[in-house]
């Protein structure tokens, strides 16, 4: 689709150049035809009776001479219009690959994510399908074993349901700009440290929240979500026990906010990958499994780029990470 359409925009920029080529040559062709002619009309004072036959002698001259200069013209400007069609062809075919390279971006940008996300969708609803088909076939099906059924179909719905969910909160932090005001980091750890607190209690690990005051420039709610997700996974990456701290400061024209956990650790060869979205590293060290589609920090790091901000890691397996999100700071 984007091929066909390079090919017609191409041809739509050598048409208009093209036209303005040929009218430019037209023209030329025009003025330089009757200055030709008017060079070679007889001078004013020119007598004709110098000389027999002098005025037939002009003529023929005249047209011979006005003939070949016409030619002439004629196969320079042919000539000009060719190279204009050959040079003026692959600068368009240049210009309309640059403007629809973004356009082919985001196409296929979008296609990726479909086909990310229903490969995604598939592997739970093929379980539950399975498992539901397999407990029809089986006439000796008691109600003790239609509940087991019924539950593990319930834990697959709720894992679809967060699965959705955080595909629409990356659909919907997809969009462009949002609008920047100034932004305390303590009230974003407050609320992002609300949100996770029931989970932080199940698993039994303390919250430090040491957060000043740095006023920096972004979206409340969209900051408190990403907070949040870094937060969640400093909980589910960790013993219990353990303690995740938060923390904030200011460095040049930035301010940051950072999370550190005394959890499993990411092994350097899978920092650079966990941004991406679906990634999930191997989690050797961790002796429970823990559940998650490998969205949480890819929506984490579309909202600081959105923000103009950045994520770093750094992370020792088997000691804990620390997450530090860089924003611009407010200067009024
Ligand atoms: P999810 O947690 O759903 O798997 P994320 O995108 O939030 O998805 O994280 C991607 C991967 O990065 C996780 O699967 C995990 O392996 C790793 N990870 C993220 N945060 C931490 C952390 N604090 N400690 C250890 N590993 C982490």
């Not at 971006?105 to 592997?123: K, M, N």
């Not at 940051?256 to 966990?274: F, T, V």
């Not at 780029?305 to 924003?327: A, C, M, N, Q, W």
Request: charged share 25%; hydrophobic share 40%; glycine share 8%.
């Amino acid at each position: 689709m984007i091929r066909s359409a390079t090919i017609r925009l191409t041809l739509w920029y050598l048409a208009i150049l093209m036209l303005l080529s040929i009218c430019f040559s037209l023209f030329l062709y025009q003025v330089w035809t009757r200055e030709f002619d008017r060079g070679l009309r007889p001078a004013p004072f020119f007598d004709e009776n110098t000389g027999p036959g002098s005025t037939s002698q002009f003529e023929e001259l005249r047209r011979t001479r006005g003939a070949e200069g016409r030619a002439n013209l004629q196969n320079d400007l042919i000539l000009f219009n060719l190279t204009i069609l050959i040079l003026g062809g692959a600068a368009s075919y240049a210009l309309a690959r640059r403007h629809l390279r973004p356009i082919e971006d985001a196409l296929e940008a979008q296609s990726r994510f479909t086909a990310d996300a229903s490969h995604e969708l598939r592997t739970p609803l093929t379980a539950m399908q399975t498992e539901t088909e397999v407990a029809l076939r089986n006439p000796e099906l008691t109600v003790a074993g239609a509940r087991n059924l019924l539950e593990s179909n319930l834990e697959e719905l709720a894992k679809l349901r967060a699965l959705s969910e955080g595909l629409l909160r990356l659909a919907r932090e997809n969009g462009q700009g949002i609008p920047l005001k100034r932004v305390s980091l303590a009230d974003v750890a407050a609320e992002a440290e609300k949100r996770v607190a029931a989970a932080a209690r199940s698993r039994r690990i303390k919250l430090e929240n040491t957060a000043g005051d740095v006023p920096v420039l972004g979206d409340h709610e969209s900051l408190v979500e990403l907070v949040a997700v870094l937060l969640e996974n400093a909980i589910k990456y960790s013993d219990p026990k353990s303690s995740v701290k938060i923390g904030t400061g200011r460095h040049g024209k930035q301010g940051y906010l950072s999370i550190r956990d005394e959890g499993y650790g990411i092994k350097a060869s899978d920092i650079p990958h966990i941004f991406s979205r679906f990634y999930r590293a191997d989690l050797s060290r961790s002796k429970e499994k823990v559940d998650g589609y490998g969205l949480g920090l890819s929506i984490a790091k579309k909202i600081a780029d959105l923000h103009r901000g950045s994520i770093e890691v750094k992370s020792t397996p088997g000691h804990g990470s620390t997450f530090t999100v860089k924003l611009p700071l407010d200067p009024s």
